[in-house]
């Protein structure tokens, strides 16, 4: 069941033709990895899902893009509730300089939820979901800031966990991070996948096969082929792909 | 090894750092030192002067007699309108230029303007203050209509330095924020303030800072010396420390002059006061984060 549809999407920065009729189906609860060189438009695509996009000047997006049946570049649409629906974590960590508990708190605050029970729930279940609740339950009122990269980065997971998205993408979540705080992550990706439909650009071929169902190769701004990731890393049908995963360039 | 050529060099090299090494101290020892005698001679003069009848009574001819009531009250009255008056509308002026307006013509229009404006005499406020609130509104020579020419004044420091201040939020954390979901007022609220409010508290320390020691546009405005009565009411005639010291400083008899820097110890701790409570309520919202 694809819960992400893209239809002949064309996207313009100013003149430059960033993305060029993309076509694309993402599964429901499935792990799908954008891979490609950089500035190929793999960015670019995720931050179309949840119109991130929007707040750059100068941008113009032709096409269809739906999520769950509906159209989220019609007019009726409430961005702000699209990116509740639609969960996002950064290549580097940003938590804000808060404690963890008003981190995690956010994003429900922001939406309405002022009941403290309710809060600390929520704060609990989301760190329990991103693998960190073991390491600072201890103290919650701790600044963010205290924390290791990697710990931060699963703040940040946390955080965008705690207002009960569908989907979750990820910008090169642990390309900033040491390999210990990358294989965690990589484990959490994968309990999540069963909650959470994932979408995770990566510069990493190895971590694209480790941990994604599909994947998507990215080159000057098309999706030259899309496909079971086990496919696409043995047998891949366009000779491009084959170049770029056999390392040929990248 | 090292040649001569390279040895003579070397040594070369390091008598130019030593050199300037010695200007730079010397240059931060000429500020501090000029500070230094400047406040020995004010306090010399003026703390034999500074008693409880200084602080309680009126200006007089008679220097013994002579007190700071009317220009306290005055310049304290004169601060506690201004400065919410200046912090609020400037901030929001440098929320707005930062956060909604960036990037547009109007608000570039008003950037390039801003910036001007900070230069300008403030005699010429003190005109302006004379033309608009003194004579077209009607406030007369009040203590608003004083404390609206400071708003002026001062507004271009802290609109500038808010603006700074939230420059340096980095852009990265209002990303999140937008992620999540939340709108620009929201991200600016929970946000971009509260990492922003140091600097804007260093911002508004400044710019008050500038406000307490004003003279020749408040003079200008219809603040005048001889006031023997404190202000009951923002539309009253009032007067302000620096006007009353530099009244004092102008009389013929000696006396004056050591009354004039008892007044100035009086502005000194006020405006070390002000400052003292805008750093701690900076240091108390710092902590909290």
Redesign the interface.
């Known amino acids: 069941m694809s819960i992400v549809s893209i239809n002949k999407l064309n996207l313009y920065y100013s003149e430059f033709h960033a993305l060029k009729n993309v076509d694309m189906s993402i599964e429901e609860k499935s792990v799908m990895a954008f891979i490609g060189p950089s500035g190929c438009g793999k960015s670019t695509l995720l931050r179309t899902l949840n119109r991130m996009n929007d707040m750059i000047n100068g941008i113009r997006i032709e096409g269809e893009v739906k999520i769950s049946g509906q159209n989220i570049y019609s007019p009726d649409v409430n961005v702000e509730l699209l990116r509740k629906n639609i969960g996002m974590v950064f290549q580097q960590p940003n938590p804000f300089p808060k404690s963890i508990y008003d981190n995690i708190a956010y994003g429900p605050r922001i939406h309405g939820i002022r009941d403290k029970a309710q809060l600390d729930h929520i704060v609990e279940s989301s760190l329990k979901a991103a693998a960190l609740w073991t390491e600072v339950s201890d103290n919650l009122k701790k600044s963010a800031y205290g924390l290791s990269g990697g710990q931060q980065q699963r703040l940040c997971i946390a955080r965008a966990l705690a207002v009960n998205p569908q989907i979750l993408l990820m910008d090169e979540p642990t390309s900033a991070l040491d390999p210990i705080s990358t294989l965690k992550i990589e484990e959490l990706i994968r309990e999540l996948r069963e909650r959470y439909t994932i979408v995770i650009v990566t510069h990493n071929m190895q971590q694209a096969a480790r941990i994604s169902d599909y994947t998507s190769f990215f080159l000057n701004g098309e999706v030259i082929e899309s496909d079971q990731t086990d496919k696409i890393f043995t047998t891949p049908t366009d000779q491009r792909t084959e170049d770029y995963i056999t390392g040929r360039f990248g | 090894m090292a040649d001569n050529g390279e040895l003579r060099h070397i040594a070369k090299r390091k008598r130019k750092n030593r050199l300037f090494h010695q200007l730079f101290f010397m240059s931060t020892c000429f500020g501090i030192v000029a500070l230094a005698l400047l406040l020995i001679q004010v306090l010399v003069q003026g703390a034999g002067w500074l008693d409880w009848d200084f602080l309680t009574s009126y200006a007089s001819r008679i220097p013994s007699r002579a007190g700071i009531l009317a220009a306290l009250v005055g310049t304290f009255w004169l601060m506690v309108i201004t400065a919410p008056l200046t912090f609020i509308i400037g901030v929001a002026t440098a929320i707005y230029l930062e956060e909604y307006g960036k ?1 547009t013509r109007l608000s570039r229009l008003i950037q390039t303007n801003i910036s001007n404006l900070a230069g300008v005499p403030s005699i010429v406020y003190g005109l302006l203050g004379l033309t608009v609130f003194v004579q077209l509104l009607s406030m007369g020579r009040s203590l608003l209509a004083g404390a609206l020419t400071m708003t002026l004044l001062v507004l271009p420091i802290i609109i500038v330095s808010s603006q700074e201040a939230i420059k340096t939020v ?1 852009q ?2 209002r ?9 620009r007022w ?1 991200t600016i609220v ?2 971009v303030l ?2 922003a409010l140091p600097g804007i508290m260093t911002g508004s320390i400044l710019s008050l800072s500038r406000a307490i020691g004003e003279t020749a546009p408040l003079i200008v405005v219809g603040a005048v010396a001889y006031v023997a009565f404190l202000p009951s009411s923002p539309l009253d005639t009032f007067t302000v420390m620096p006007i009353q010291i530099f009244n004092w400083a102008s009389q013929p008899q000696a006396e004056f002059q050591n009354v004039a820097a008892a007044g100035i110890i009086v502005l000194l701790i006020m405006l070390l006061s002000m400052n003292a409570f805008a750093i701690f309520l900076r240091n108390k919202y710092q902590k909290k ?1």
């Open positions: 990037d980095p990265s954390l990303n999140a924020s937008f992620a999540l979901g939340a709108n929201q929970r946000v509260p990492s984060q």
